[in-house]
Protein backbone atom coordinates (compact mmCIF):
# COMPACT_ATOMS: atom_id res chain seq x y z
CA UNK A 1 0.00 0.00 0.00
CA UNK A 2 1.14 3.65 -0.97
CA UNK A 3 2.61 5.82 1.49
CA UNK A 4 -0.11 8.44 3.13
CA UNK A 5 0.62 11.54 1.31
CA UNK A 6 0.34 14.08 4.59
CA UNK A 7 0.27 17.30 3.19
CA UNK A 8 -2.66 16.01 1.41
CA UNK A 9 -4.53 14.46 3.81
CA UNK A 10 -4.46 18.04 6.12
CA UNK A 11 -5.92 19.79 3.59
CA UNK A 12 -8.63 17.23 2.95
CA UNK A 13 -9.49 17.59 6.66
CA UNK A 14 -9.46 20.74 7.13
CA UNK A 15 -11.77 21.50 3.86
CA UNK A 16 -13.63 19.04 4.96
CA UNK A 17 -13.92 20.42 8.98
CA UNK A 18 -14.47 24.08 7.01
CA UNK A 19 -17.47 23.17 5.42
CA UNK A 20 -18.89 20.52 7.73
CA UNK A 21 -18.03 21.28 11.72
CA UNK A 22 -20.64 22.25 14.23
CA UNK A 23 -21.35 25.39 15.09
CA UNK A 24 -20.58 25.09 18.63
CA UNK A 25 -20.24 27.69 21.30
CA UNK A 26 -16.06 27.84 22.39
CA UNK A 27 -15.44 27.77 18.53
CA UNK A 28 -16.57 31.15 17.85
CA UNK A 29 -13.93 33.25 19.74
CA UNK A 30 -10.22 32.53 20.37
CA UNK A 31 -10.51 33.78 23.85
CA UNK A 32 -8.46 31.45 26.21
CA UNK A 33 -10.35 30.87 29.47
CA UNK A 34 -13.94 29.71 27.29
CA UNK A 35 -11.32 27.80 25.43
CA UNK A 36 -10.09 25.85 28.54
CA UNK A 37 -13.74 25.40 30.11
CA UNK A 38 -14.97 24.14 27.13
CA UNK A 39 -11.87 21.53 27.07
CA UNK A 40 -12.60 20.35 31.24
CA UNK A 41 -16.04 20.18 30.29
CA UNK A 42 -15.60 17.49 27.43
CA UNK A 43 -13.61 15.53 28.60
CA UNK A 44 -15.32 12.04 29.28
CA UNK A 45 -18.74 14.11 27.93
CA UNK A 46 -20.87 14.28 25.20
CA UNK A 47 -21.17 17.45 23.65
CA UNK A 48 -25.00 17.55 23.96
CA UNK A 49 -24.62 17.39 27.16
CA UNK A 50 -21.47 19.93 27.89
CA UNK A 51 -23.53 22.63 26.05
CA UNK A 52 -25.97 23.53 28.92
CA UNK A 53 -23.57 23.14 31.42
CA UNK A 54 -20.89 25.26 29.38
CA UNK A 55 -23.45 28.49 29.39
CA UNK A 56 -24.36 28.46 32.71
CA UNK A 57 -20.88 28.17 33.75
CA UNK A 58 -19.78 31.29 32.60
CA UNK A 59 -23.02 33.23 32.94
CA UNK A 60 -22.08 32.59 36.75
CA UNK A 61 -18.39 32.50 36.20
CA UNK A 62 -17.55 34.96 33.37
CA UNK A 63 -13.75 34.88 33.66
CA UNK A 64 -11.21 33.47 35.50
CA UNK A 65 -11.37 36.31 38.33
CA UNK A 66 -14.76 35.82 38.77
CA UNK A 67 -14.30 31.66 38.76
CA UNK A 68 -11.32 31.91 41.36
CA UNK A 69 -13.11 34.34 43.75
CA UNK A 70 -15.98 32.07 44.10
CA UNK A 71 -16.68 29.46 46.88
CA UNK A 72 -15.68 26.13 45.86
CA UNK A 73 -19.32 24.71 46.86
CA UNK A 74 -20.73 27.37 44.38
CA UNK A 75 -18.61 26.00 41.15
CA UNK A 76 -19.64 22.78 42.10
CA UNK A 77 -23.48 23.71 42.34
CA UNK A 78 -23.15 24.78 39.07
CA UNK A 79 -20.69 21.50 37.88
CA UNK A 80 -23.80 19.66 39.49
CA UNK A 81 -25.03 16.33 37.31
CA UNK A 82 -21.97 16.96 34.93
CA UNK A 83 -20.33 13.68 36.69
CA UNK A 84 -16.15 13.67 37.19
CA UNK A 85 -15.93 16.32 39.58
CA UNK A 86 -12.18 16.40 40.13
CA UNK A 87 -12.62 18.14 36.86
CA UNK A 88 -14.25 21.37 38.57
CA UNK A 89 -12.48 21.05 41.57
CA UNK A 90 -9.22 21.57 39.57
CA UNK A 91 -10.42 24.05 37.43
CA UNK A 92 -11.10 26.34 41.01
CA UNK A 93 -7.89 25.89 42.07
CA UNK A 94 -6.07 26.42 38.26
CA UNK A 95 -7.92 29.45 38.75
CA UNK A 96 -6.93 30.75 41.70
CA UNK A 97 -3.34 30.00 40.59
CA UNK A 98 -3.26 31.75 37.92
CA UNK A 99 -4.64 35.01 39.61
CA UNK A 100 -2.10 34.11 42.22
CA UNK A 101 0.83 33.44 40.08
CA UNK A 102 0.17 35.03 36.68
CA UNK A 103 -1.92 38.43 37.72
CA UNK A 104 -4.78 36.65 36.39
CA UNK A 105 -3.26 35.88 32.81
CA UNK A 106 -3.96 32.72 31.36
CA UNK A 107 -0.17 31.19 30.69
CA UNK A 108 0.84 31.00 27.18
CA UNK A 109 3.83 28.55 27.24
CA UNK A 110 3.44 24.85 27.70
CA UNK A 111 5.25 24.66 30.56
CA UNK A 112 3.56 27.54 32.69
CA UNK A 113 -0.14 26.34 31.62
CA UNK A 114 0.68 22.08 31.93
CA UNK A 115 1.95 22.92 35.50
CA UNK A 116 -1.77 24.46 36.46
CA UNK A 117 -3.89 21.69 38.53
CA UNK A 118 -6.22 19.54 36.64
CA UNK A 119 -3.69 20.28 33.43
CA UNK A 120 -2.60 17.24 31.37
CA UNK A 121 -0.99 17.08 28.30
CA UNK A 122 -4.74 17.14 26.14
CA UNK A 123 -5.68 19.97 27.93
CA UNK A 124 -2.65 21.85 27.02
CA UNK A 125 -2.08 20.65 24.10
CA UNK A 126 -5.64 21.19 23.02
CA UNK A 127 -5.84 25.27 24.48
CA UNK A 128 -2.09 25.86 23.18
CA UNK A 129 -3.13 24.65 19.86
CA UNK A 130 -6.73 26.62 19.69
CA UNK A 131 -6.40 29.60 21.39
CA UNK A 132 -2.43 30.38 20.93
CA UNK A 133 -2.19 28.41 17.57
CA UNK A 134 0.83 26.52 18.84
CA UNK A 135 1.69 23.42 17.43
CA UNK A 136 0.35 20.45 19.88
CA UNK A 137 -1.25 17.49 18.56
CA UNK A 138 -4.23 16.63 20.31
CA UNK A 139 -5.06 13.05 21.19
CA UNK A 140 -8.19 12.06 22.55
CA UNK A 141 -10.36 9.07 21.92
CA UNK A 142 -11.43 10.72 18.79
CA UNK A 143 -8.26 11.17 17.58
CA UNK A 144 -7.15 7.48 18.53
CA UNK A 145 -9.82 5.93 16.64
CA UNK A 146 -9.39 8.10 13.94
CA UNK A 147 -5.40 7.57 14.08
CA UNK A 148 -6.09 3.20 14.78
CA UNK A 149 -7.82 3.31 11.38
CA UNK A 150 -6.21 5.32 8.75
CA UNK A 151 -2.80 3.69 10.50
CA UNK A 152 -4.10 0.28 11.22
CA UNK A 153 -2.38 0.89 14.29
CA UNK A 154 -2.49 -2.93 16.46
CA UNK A 155 -1.69 -1.18 19.92
CA UNK A 156 -4.91 -1.28 21.90
CA UNK A 157 -6.25 2.56 22.55
CA UNK A 158 -7.45 1.74 25.98
CA UNK A 159 -3.86 0.77 27.38
CA UNK A 160 -1.50 3.41 28.96
CA UNK A 161 1.05 2.32 26.98
CA UNK A 162 -0.18 2.73 23.66
CA UNK A 163 -0.32 6.57 24.34
CA UNK A 164 3.24 7.45 23.33
CA UNK A 165 2.20 5.35 19.90
CA UNK A 166 -0.54 7.08 19.08
CA UNK A 167 1.22 10.71 19.86
CA UNK A 168 3.77 9.84 17.29
CA UNK A 169 1.04 9.42 14.76
CA UNK A 170 -0.91 12.67 15.53
CA UNK A 171 2.38 14.50 15.59
CA UNK A 172 3.55 13.49 12.38
CA UNK A 173 -0.02 14.56 11.12
CA UNK A 174 -0.53 18.13 12.67
CA UNK A 175 -0.49 21.04 10.59
CA UNK A 176 2.06 23.10 12.38
CA UNK A 177 0.21 25.95 9.90
CA UNK A 178 -3.15 25.86 11.61
CA UNK A 179 -2.56 23.43 14.60
CA UNK A 180 -5.71 24.68 15.90
CA UNK A 181 -8.18 24.09 13.45
CA UNK A 182 -6.12 20.57 12.32
CA UNK A 183 -7.11 19.26 15.96
CA UNK A 184 -10.86 20.09 16.07
CA UNK A 185 -10.75 18.99 12.47
CA UNK A 186 -9.43 15.26 14.02
CA UNK A 187 -11.87 15.46 16.96
CA UNK A 188 -14.57 16.38 14.67
CA UNK A 189 -13.98 13.35 12.26
CA UNK A 190 -14.48 11.34 15.27
CA UNK A 191 -17.19 12.20 16.52
CA UNK A 192 -19.31 12.89 13.24
CA UNK A 193 -18.00 10.68 10.66
CA UNK A 194 -15.35 7.93 12.24
CA UNK A 195 -17.67 6.71 15.37
CA UNK A 196 -17.37 4.08 17.13
CA UNK A 197 -20.07 2.27 15.49
CA UNK A 198 -21.24 2.47 12.11
CA UNK A 199 -18.97 4.79 10.85
CA UNK A 200 -20.07 6.55 8.03
CA UNK A 201 -16.76 5.87 5.65
CA UNK A 202 -18.68 6.42 1.81
CA UNK A 203 -18.71 10.30 3.33
CA UNK A 204 -15.32 10.71 4.98
CA UNK A 205 -12.55 12.78 2.98
CA UNK A 206 -9.65 10.46 4.28
CA UNK A 207 -11.26 7.20 2.89
CA UNK A 208 -9.13 7.10 0.05
CA UNK A 209 -6.22 7.15 2.16
CA UNK A 210 -7.62 5.06 5.26
CA UNK A 211 -5.99 1.62 5.20
CA UNK A 212 -8.72 -0.26 7.26
CA UNK A 213 -11.15 1.18 5.01
CA UNK A 214 -8.54 0.57 1.75
CA UNK A 215 -8.45 -3.21 3.49
CA UNK A 216 -12.42 -4.02 4.17
CA UNK A 217 -11.01 -3.65 8.21
CA UNK A 218 -12.53 -1.03 9.52
CA UNK A 219 -14.60 -3.00 11.83
CA UNK A 220 -11.46 -4.32 13.82
CA UNK A 221 -10.06 -1.21 14.23
CA UNK A 222 -9.93 0.54 17.10
CA UNK A 223 -8.38 -2.67 18.89
CA UNK A 224 -9.17 -2.63 22.62
CA UNK A 225 -7.53 -4.85 25.14
CA UNK A 226 -10.05 -6.59 27.46
CA UNK A 227 -11.16 -5.60 30.46
CA UNK A 228 -12.41 -6.99 34.05
CA UNK A 229 -15.94 -6.92 34.53
CA UNK A 230 -17.24 -3.43 36.21
CA UNK A 231 -17.82 -4.64 40.09
CA UNK A 232 -21.12 -3.95 41.36
CA UNK A 233 -21.76 -2.40 45.30
CA UNK A 234 -24.65 -2.79 47.32
CA UNK A 235 -25.20 0.40 49.11
CA UNK A 236 -27.94 1.31 52.04
CA UNK A 237 -28.82 5.28 52.26
CA UNK A 238 -30.82 7.12 55.47
CA UNK A 239 -32.96 10.07 55.23
CA UNK A 240 -32.95 10.98 58.40
CA UNK A 241 -35.74 13.01 59.62
CA UNK A 242 -35.76 14.95 63.19
CA UNK A 243 -38.87 17.28 62.94
CA UNK A 244 -39.02 19.59 59.72
CA UNK A 245 -35.66 19.08 58.85
CA UNK A 246 -33.10 16.31 57.43
CA UNK A 247 -29.63 14.88 57.89
CA UNK A 248 -27.44 15.98 54.82
CA UNK A 249 -23.17 15.01 54.75
CA UNK A 250 -20.50 16.62 52.82
CA UNK A 251 -17.95 14.39 51.65
CA UNK A 252 -14.15 15.07 51.56
CA UNK A 253 -12.92 17.56 49.38
CA UNK A 254 -10.76 14.71 47.16
CA UNK A 255 -11.55 11.62 45.53
CA UNK A 256 -15.18 10.24 44.31
CA UNK A 257 -17.81 13.11 44.47
CA UNK A 258 -15.54 15.41 46.58
CA UNK A 259 -17.33 18.26 48.23
CA UNK A 260 -20.25 16.93 47.34
CA UNK A 261 -23.57 16.49 49.71
CA UNK A 262 -25.31 13.62 50.05
CA UNK A 263 -27.56 11.46 53.01
CA UNK A 264 -25.52 9.35 55.07
CA UNK A 265 -25.00 5.66 54.20
CA UNK A 266 -22.47 3.16 53.06
CA UNK A 267 -21.74 -0.59 51.93
CA UNK A 268 -24.36 -3.36 53.45
CA UNK A 269 -22.05 -6.07 54.64
CA UNK A 270 -22.29 -10.00 53.60
CA UNK A 271 -25.02 -11.23 55.47
CA UNK A 272 -26.78 -7.66 56.62
CA UNK A 273 -30.13 -6.67 55.59
CA UNK A 274 -30.35 -3.30 53.94
CA UNK A 275 -32.34 -2.45 56.72
CA UNK A 276 -29.61 -2.79 59.18
CA UNK A 277 -26.94 -1.96 57.14
CA UNK A 278 -28.50 1.40 56.83
CA UNK A 279 -29.22 1.80 60.96
CA UNK A 280 -25.09 0.78 61.47
CA UNK A 281 -24.03 3.01 59.03
CA UNK A 282 -25.71 5.99 60.37
CA UNK A 283 -24.49 5.34 63.94
CA UNK A 284 -20.93 4.44 62.59
CA UNK A 285 -20.19 7.97 60.15
CA UNK A 286 -22.74 10.09 62.29
CA UNK A 287 -22.67 8.85 65.45
CA UNK A 288 -27.18 8.92 65.46
CA UNK A 289 -29.06 6.28 67.11
CA UNK A 290 -32.29 5.76 64.17
CA UNK A 291 -35.34 4.39 63.42
CA UNK A 292 -35.93 2.64 59.87
CA UNK A 293 -39.56 4.32 58.80
CA UNK A 294 -40.16 3.17 55.17
CA UNK A 295 -38.09 1.76 52.10
CA UNK A 296 -38.21 4.80 50.00
CA UNK A 297 -36.69 3.39 47.08
CA UNK A 298 -34.24 1.52 45.28
CA UNK A 299 -31.52 3.12 42.72
CA UNK A 300 -28.94 2.19 40.34
CA UNK A 301 -26.74 3.40 39.01
CA UNK A 302 -23.08 3.81 37.76
CA UNK A 303 -19.56 5.47 37.71
CA UNK A 304 -16.43 4.88 35.90
CA UNK A 305 -14.72 1.58 36.83
CA UNK A 306 -17.82 0.32 39.38
CA UNK A 307 -21.85 0.00 39.44
CA UNK A 308 -23.86 0.48 42.68
CA UNK A 309 -27.18 -0.31 43.78
CA UNK A 310 -28.57 2.03 46.53
CA UNK A 311 -31.75 1.07 49.08
CA UNK A 312 -33.04 4.32 50.50
CA UNK A 313 -35.14 4.57 53.21
CA UNK A 314 -36.62 6.90 55.47
CA UNK A 315 -35.67 7.34 59.26
CA UNK A 316 -36.70 9.09 62.40
CA UNK A 317 -33.93 10.29 64.45
CA UNK A 318 -34.15 8.83 67.94
CA UNK A 319 -30.96 10.00 69.94
CA UNK A 320 -27.40 11.51 69.76
CA UNK A 321 -25.89 14.30 68.53
CA UNK A 322 -23.96 14.55 64.97
CA UNK A 323 -19.95 13.50 65.36
CA UNK A 324 -18.78 12.84 62.14
CA UNK A 325 -16.94 10.05 61.31
CA UNK A 326 -15.52 10.04 57.46
CA UNK A 327 -17.84 13.29 56.10
CA UNK A 328 -16.12 16.66 57.05
CA UNK A 329 -19.42 18.87 57.29
CA UNK A 330 -22.93 18.58 58.33
CA UNK A 331 -26.44 20.29 58.09
CA UNK A 332 -30.29 19.66 59.52
CA UNK A 333 -32.21 21.33 56.63
CA UNK A 334 -35.52 21.27 55.33
CA UNK A 335 -36.25 19.51 52.02
CA UNK A 336 -37.48 22.00 50.01
CA UNK A 337 -33.59 23.91 50.47
CA UNK A 338 -31.48 20.55 48.81
CA UNK A 339 -31.65 22.69 46.01
CA UNK A 340 -29.10 25.07 47.76
CA UNK A 341 -26.65 22.17 47.99
CA UNK A 342 -24.76 20.33 44.88
CA UNK A 343 -25.33 16.48 45.04
CA UNK A 344 -24.18 13.71 43.10
CA UNK A 345 -26.70 12.54 40.13
CA UNK A 346 -27.32 9.11 42.32
CA UNK A 347 -28.78 11.10 45.13
CA UNK A 348 -30.74 12.88 42.23
CA UNK A 349 -32.43 9.82 41.14
CA UNK A 350 -34.74 9.73 44.52
CA UNK A 351 -34.66 13.27 45.83
CA UNK A 352 -37.78 14.39 43.11
CA UNK A 353 -39.72 10.78 45.25
CA UNK A 354 -38.41 11.96 48.80
CA UNK A 355 -40.44 15.35 47.90
CA UNK A 356 -43.17 14.04 46.57
CA UNK A 357 -44.12 11.41 49.57
CA UNK A 358 -42.33 13.55 52.75
Sequence with gaps: MKPIDIEFLKRQLIRWYRANHRDLPWRRSKNVYRIWVSEVMLQQTQVNTVLSYYREFLKRFPNIKTLAGADLQAVLKVWEGLGYYARARNLHRAAKAVVRDHGARIPDTWESFHSLPGVGDYIAAAVMSMAFDQPHAVVDGNVKRVLARLHKIEAPVNQASSQNRFKQAADRLLDSQQPGIFNQAMMELGALICKPRNPSCDACPLNHVCRAYQTNQVAGFPKRQKTKATPQYH????????????????????????????????????????????????????????????????????????????????????????????????????????????????????????????
Excluded at 269 to 277: F, P
Excluded at 328 to 333: E, G
Aim: aromatic letters at 12%; a positive charge.
Design 235 to 358: IAVGVVFKKDRVLITRRKAEGLLGGLWEFPGGKIRDGESARAACIREIKEEVNLKVNVDRHLAMVKHAYTHFKIVMDVFCCQYISGRVYLRGPVDFRWIRLDEYKNYPFPRANHKFIPLLIRSA
